[in-house]
């Protein structure tokens, strides 16, 4: 099935951490990594699904339904909706 065993003791990435020889005393805590990544996503990620979403809809109304319309105003919502 594809499916594979998981390495919980992350062995290969402790192995790839060694050969690198990184300073891991400089690394920030795990605390601070979690709230800059929180705080990036909740600001910029409803940012970039406005974008699509926008795109999405102008094309669903803007262009779908103008087509749809020949059919009936209840036609055509409903399958607007559907689709």
Request: no cysteine; hydrophobic share 45%; charged share 10%.
């Amino acid at each position: 099935m594809g499916l594979g065993q998981p390495d919980w003791q992350l062995t290969h990435f402790l192995n790839l951490l060694r050969t690198t020889n990184a300073d891991l005393s400089t690394m920030p805590q795990p605390t601070v990594l979690l709230l800059i990544m929180l705080l990036t996503t909740s600001l910029f990620t409803p940012f970039m699904n406005d974008i699509f979403g926008l795109g999405e809809e102008i094309g669903w109304r803007g262009y779908l339904l103008p087509r749809l319309m020949p059919l009936g105003k209840t036609k055509a919502y409903l399958l607007l909706g559907v689709i």
